[in-house]
């Protein structure tokens, strides 16, 4: 299993940014897909999450109306659009994958492979 994630970078408050997650090495509708981010001493939250059974959607309070998670199968792509962004949008992205149950869609603990990382920055 591999994942590429990608599309970091540094934006200012209530600009967008997209980021990408390039799958191989797994089913894709087997398996739950998120989005985490972690910043600096804390831990690692779940932003944007699908299930892998029905499609259903996870996304956390405090993106709600700003972030959207699709795909794109044929390429094997999750993307992340994350519009009106805010400086407490400012972590490490991470995309994960894993066998979870709907209730721990968004628990970082029940992914089982993750992608490096991507920076996004958020200025004032």
């Known amino acids: 299993v591999q994942l590429q994630a990608s599309g970091g970078g540094l934006a200012q408050a209530g600009g967008s940014l997209r980021l990408s997650c390039a799958t191989s090495?797994?089913?894709?509708?087997?398996?739950?897909l998120g989005w985490f981010r972690q910043a600096p001493g804390k831990e690692r939250e779940g932003v944007s999450c699908?299930?892998?059974?029905?499609?259903?959607?996870y996304y956390v309070d405090s993106v709600k109306g700003r972030f959207t998670m699709s795909g794109d199968k044929p390429k094997r792509t999750v993307y992340l659009q994350m519009n009106s962004l805010k400086p407490e949008d400012t972590a490490v992205y991470y995309c994960?994958?894993?066998?979870?149950?709907?209730?721990?869609?968004?628990?970082?603990?029940?992914?089982?492979?993750w992608g490096q990382g991507t920076q996004v920055t958020v200025s004032s």
């Open positions: 994960g994958v894993g066998n979870t149950i709907l209730s721990s869609l968004h628990v970082a603990g029940q992914y089982n492979y």
């Open positions: 090495g797994f089913t894709l509708d087997r398996y739950a």
């Open positions: 699908m299930s892998a059974d029905d499609g259903t959607e």
